[in-house]
């Protein structure tokens, strides 16, 4: 289980004081996926940068499975937004693949069935030997994607994801993602500021203010398990949730004036 209480966080430059996030609390169950959803800048980086443990945290802390979060967890991984930098170029995609589990200290031809498996997964296999930049933007991410399977997370965090690639792709990563929780029965945060994505692809939304950041509300995404872009999105009860999280950010947007 993933616990964030009371997280507060202040970033400090000089004389300069930005409070990022204010207080958040709000848990992930095992094998479930959640999405937070807030306006631009409400601190969604801050939050992840805290939970991996690439931040300390000012107030507050974040437990895995009641292990307080001090540096980066043992079994989580993270998926950003611009693959454009998280990839590296100057390495092919197996060798991007197969870098974590490299560091992971997993024997050479455990990595290679973990490479192969991931790329698979993905819909990938065949792009082994090429280099992210001979690939497209919803390839270069499906990499990004592979990369974070294939090192067996039991947590993994999405940061906006699909924020910089077309609007198709992004339906089809969108239903990747959903078929990938399914099969691996991994814990899942997605991040994103797209009302649309959070009801579609979670099982529960964690509606966040703007900065100062407080959690603002929570909605059980209560649509079938079974979804796919043309019926889900039509469903009448979509329509219903997806308003409920739209007025609860414009409510949020209105405070913070
Ligand atoms: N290193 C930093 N130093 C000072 N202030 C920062 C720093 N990083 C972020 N902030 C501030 O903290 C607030 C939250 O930023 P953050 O990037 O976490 O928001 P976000 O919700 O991810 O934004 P977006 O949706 O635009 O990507 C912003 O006001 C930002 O200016």
Request: net charge neutral; hydrophobic share 40%; charged share 25%.
């Amino acid at each position: 289980m993933l616990e964030v209480k009371g997280l507060r966080k202040v970033y400090r430059s000089g004389s300069r004081e930005v409070e990022a996030l204010r207080d958040l609390t709000f848990t992930v169950d095992n094998g479930d996926m959640v999405c937070l959803v807030g306006p631009s800048g409400c601190g969604k980086t801050t939050l992840l940068r805290c939970i991996s443990g690439l931040l300390d945290p000012t107030g507050g802390d974040v437990r895995v499975n009641g292990k307080a979060v001090d540096g980066p967890p043992p079994g989580m991984a993270v998926v950003f937004q611009e693959y454009g930098r998280s990839l590296f170029p100057w390495m092919s995609v197996r060798d991007n693949v197969e870098l974590p589990l490299k560091q992971k200290k997993v024997a050479r031809s455990r990595r290679r069935e973990l490479v192969d498996e991931a790329l698979d997964a993905v819909g990938l296999t065949g792009t082994e030997s090429a280099y992210p930049w001979q690939l497209s933007g919803g390839m270069q991410q499906r990499v990004a994607i592979a990369r974070a399977v294939a090192y067996e997370p039991q947590t993994l965090l999405m940061d906006e994801p699909f924020a910089a690639v077309d609007a198709q792709t992004r339906a089809d990563l969108e239903d990747l993602v959903r078929s990938l929780w399914k099969r691996l029965n991994v814990t899942i945060l997605f991040v994103t500021h797209d009302i649309d994505e959070s009801v579609y692809l979670g099982q529960r939304v964690v509606m966040l203010s703007s900065s100062p950041t407080v959690v603002q509300d929570e909605l059980i995404i209560d649509l079938p398990a079974e979804r796919d872009q043309l019926h889900t999105r039509a469903d009448p009860r979509f329509v219903e949730l997806r308003t409920r999280v739209y007025e609860q950010i414009q409510l949020a947007k209105k405070a913070a004036r």
